[in-house]
């Protein structure tokens, strides 16, 4: 058995090793800790001596003791417990870890979902934000809750007003994101085993969802430039009992595609003629590199049944999960499921970017943001169509952010993915936007990440260093096809 | 057929009654409006002169059409068609009503689950939110992804250190409030059908999150000073296939019950030895009135079963929406499942409690806040005590904002909760926290809201006049069996 003293020292020990106490932090003093632990004065000393000869902690005199700099050791694990677990956690361990490697310090992270947040008014936002919280004179001023800030809300209706579609101020509903928008929508109209029509491939949270919601997938193929294939749209509803539809009509994720103006109105009464329910995911609309934003998909619902989400993240206030449902008939339903699960968003946030919203810059913000996610695309892509073999096709959208790559037919991207990790490059592999293997000699690469330099002036650019690395890895990949047929 | 102006013009009068437009705010031009209607500038002026014509807006030379003062009539709705509904939604529409109802107006919502926000130091996390805002030099700064920021859960697990408690930072998840960690950790250890022990009283959002996930409920009886039944919990465990445990620990919602400090380490042994995890929600748990903050059940847990659950909203920061699970060994599965429900919590708000907390005034804070919430639960219950009938049974809580009050048994106090509407009086009706009828005479008070005046010292009290009002419904109820009984 251990003896009391050696307990507490490595107590503290594994709690430095975690982070808890950092270099140059204070440990609680003799005094505390005698009291906390219920052990004399003399048994923390000991515990502290033993700390100071492990190196761990230093002592100075009249201000206790200090953690010194020390290699952070493989950590002392807690959470190693087996854990009773529902499949899709292990089924999507790939995108756990994409999602992880693109955001812990990736240097060229392509794989990532989120924009260059440099690229968004910060400074602007910190003056509402700012403002709000200096307002906080009535007492409801921060108990927001569902359907979301009154104020905000109509500033989402007026957008909508000024493209010239009907949506009405009592229909929408401020979410956590976009994310809680769609779940929300889902979890709303559906029941475990339900059937629903997705699109292949497919955002990799469309299929998590489902997952979670237990609901089955019926998929229906995209092109990468027209967006969903209306035909097989049709003979899904005309073969299924389906109970809802999730659609990106606009820059699509992961291919980038979007459905043709014509086609959009046949699309809407299709759905409603089978009286499905469309979950519309919009979030990338603002981002369109011609004229005019295109029209989604609810300006043509005349029933009520297109529930249209959208978000400020990806165009606006990175971080600040405020999104929206414009929800058409399933708003109230949708209300008070939001009232059990999350119960509200943010209040502050809702009233920044309100505030924001009424200062007057954002047009002039976003016609700024999709010159410059134009140009990088453009650049990107043209650096990729020199670099990659000549049978790589590349898509062209139309807005947006993301390019979506198509390689030989015999590369699996997980393993471009893992050959990329060393050089500090993330793609998001094919494999994560399907639950089967047909786009998994796909990727998906982010084109806003290089906030450092402008692509097009840039003598030395970032990215496409990390561009480079993809064609030499993808390259070394090629020339061993017995390390790809081993994946 | 209608013509068309005038279905632009009821178009543009519903936006009006639906607030899209408010008093003194230009409608489109008539420029705007032919173009995003595609019809000719004539019919939209014909359709304005219609809408002035019936009061709705006023021509300004050269500036446009305004909105004039009118009654905001009834709300043309378009949100009307049948819903079709999971049952939670409507057997739960009485909890709704009490949200609603408390929220939106009234003078003395004694009905909230929410502190007066008056009471928080707005003005300071103000400062903190700017001050990270205008700190957006990295590229990752806004985009916290699970399991929330690594500042913040530092800081977190430093409270529980200074308290005793041997919490890792690697089970800390930062949530988006409470709400959002009790129901990640029941879906995370749950499948439909399973069954779940709850209190009784218990929290309706408890009641609402199995009812949503489909889980069983087997209730034991709490009391209003000594909390959970042990004996119950143990005769709970041993005859049902128990999955996960759901108590409030200290100052219980809705009766103000905190377990003994001696009865703690065998409620955690007694769930340890059953394998059955604790969810443990201490959201109150810093309000406490005695000289330190009482040992959460998580201090007790040598084997990660127990899963403590916290929130900033209560005593810092209300309308952030920042919580947190101390999630054990479950740590894993659930950031996993928080990325594909909201994804992540606002980064700004995170960063700014960080901030807040790092600069040192929070304990000052809850000192004060503790004084205030003390000071005025002592005078409510005290003038409860003398206005209400002598066989009320009022309880008498260490902490926390909220009073369990128990009448007469053939008093419903729904009933009272529609006879205080007209008064802008509400209550939280005891009916809302149960699936049966045992606490129907019953009902909860928010001692908060007050924030007008202090209450010892003033001559003419607000919150009082709300308190008669009480006592004068109760007794018009009391004198009115026949009403009552017709419930």
Not at 363 to 373: Q, Y
Request: charged letters at 20%; proline letters at 6%.
């Amino acid at each position: 058995m251990q003896v009391r003293y050696q307990d507490i020292a490595s107590w503290i020990e594994a709690q430095i090793q975690q982070r808890v106490w950092q270099v140059g932090d204070r440990i609680p003093s003799v005094r505390e800790m005698s009291r906390l632990q219920h052990v004399s004065p003399m048994t923390v000393m000991r515990a502290y001596e033993q700390l100071e000869a492990d190196g761990w902690v230093e002592a100075r005199p009249r201000s206790g003791f200090f953690v010194r700099p020390h290699y952070n050791q493989v950590m002392v694990d807690s959470l190693a417990r087996p854990q009773a677990d529902s499949q899709w956690l292990n089924t999507h361990q790939d995108v756990f870890d994409v999602i992880s490697a693109s955001h812990k310090g990736a240097r060229y992270p392509f794989g990532s979902a989120f924009p260059d947040p440099q690229l968004f008014p910060m400074q602007a936002l910190g003056r509402a934000m700012a403002r709000v919280l200096r307002q906080s004179s009535h007492p409801d001023h921060f108990t927001i809750l569902p359907p979301g800030d009154m104020g905000l809300r109509r500033l989402i209706a007026q957008r909508y007003l000024r493209q010239g579609i009907r949506v009405s101020i009592d229909e929408i509903i401020i979410t956590n994101g976009a994310i809680e928008a769609l779940s929300l929508s889902l979890a709303a109209l559906t029941q475990p085993g339900d059937k629903v029509i997705i699109e292949a491939p497919a955002f990799y949270g469309v299929l998590q969802t489902l997952e979670r919601l237990q609901l089955e997938p019926i998929t229906v193929s995209v092109d990468s430039e027209t967006g969903v294939d209306i035909n097989e749209l049709e003979s899904a509803l005309a073969s299924h009992h389906v109970t809802a539809c999730w659609l990106m009509s606009n820059f699509h994720n992961p291919t980038g595609a979007s459905i043709p103006d014509a086609d959009r109105p046949r699309v809407v009464s299709l759905l409603a003629a089978y009286q499905v329910p469309l979950i519309e995911d919009d979030v990338y609309g603002e981002l369109f590199f011609s004229s005019s934003r295109p029209m989604p998909l609810k300006a043509y619902d005349t029933q009520g049944g297109v529930l249209h989400c959208g978000s400020f993240s990806k165009q606006l206030a990175p971080g600040f999960r405020v999104g929206w449902i414009a929800a058409g008939c399933y708003a109230m339903q949708i209300e008070k499921r939001q009232y059990v699960s999350s119960l509200a968003v943010g209040a502050p946030n809702q009233l920044a970017i309100a505030d924001y919203l009424k200062q007057g810059g954002y047009d002039a913000h976003l016609r700024r943001l999709r010159k410059t996610l134009f140009v990088r695309l453009r650049a990107i892509r043209a650096e990729l169509k020199s670099i990659l073999p000549s049978s790589t096709m590349i898509s062209e959208p139309k807005g947006g952010y993301f390019l979506w790559v198509t390689l030989d037919s015999q590369i699996d991207t997980r393993k471009l993915f893992q050959a990329l990790q060393p050089f500090g490059v993330t793609i998001a592999p094919g494999a994560l936007f399907a639950t089967d293997d047909r786009f998994n000699h796909c990727f998906r690469l982010n084109v806003s990440i290089d906030g450092r330099e402008r692509i097009e002036t840039a003598s030395h650019n970032e990215a496409l260093d990390g561009l480079t690395q993809i064609a030499t890895s993808l390259s070394a990949l090629s020339t061993h096809p017995t390390v790809t047929a081993e994946y």
